[in-house]
């Protein structure tokens, strides 16, 4: 499935939608999106990943992009990742730096 992205911002928060795959070929448009979040201001990107289907490590890599272009004071969120997904993030230790949530 090829990789799509929406980005919303309401108030202090930059909601990221995510679907499909997320490897080398989407994770320019990821990165775009956290670009525009981090000029907005936000103090909590929330990536939406109900519909993402797969995470290669250039996804992984892409979260350590979010993280350092949003800083430390900004909170990161990954909700409803796939077992698959959840299991990515966490096997590569990224679960200390972004909050997996189920909702």
């Known amino acids: 499935m090829p990789f799509s992205i929406s980005v919303s911002t309401q108030d202090v928060t930059a909601t990221v939608s995510l679907i499909g795959e997320l490897d080398a070929a989407g994770a320019p ?18 990536l939406r990943a109900h519909d993402l289907t797969y995470m290669a490590s250039a996804g992984l890599r892409s979260l350590v992009f979010a993280r350092q272009k949003m800083g430390d ?15 990515t993030i ?5 679960d200390r730096s972004v909050t ?3 909702a």
């Not at 448009?29 to 929330?46: M, P």
């Open 29 to 46: 448009l990821f990165h775009d999106a956290v670009e525009k979040a981090a000029a907005s201001g936000v103090t909590h990107l929330a």
């Open 90 to 94: 966490r096997q590569a230790g990224f």
């Open 100 to 102: 997996l949530v189920d």
């Open 73 to 87: 004071h900004v909170r990161i969120t990954v909700a409803g990742a796939s077992p698959t997904v959840a299991r």
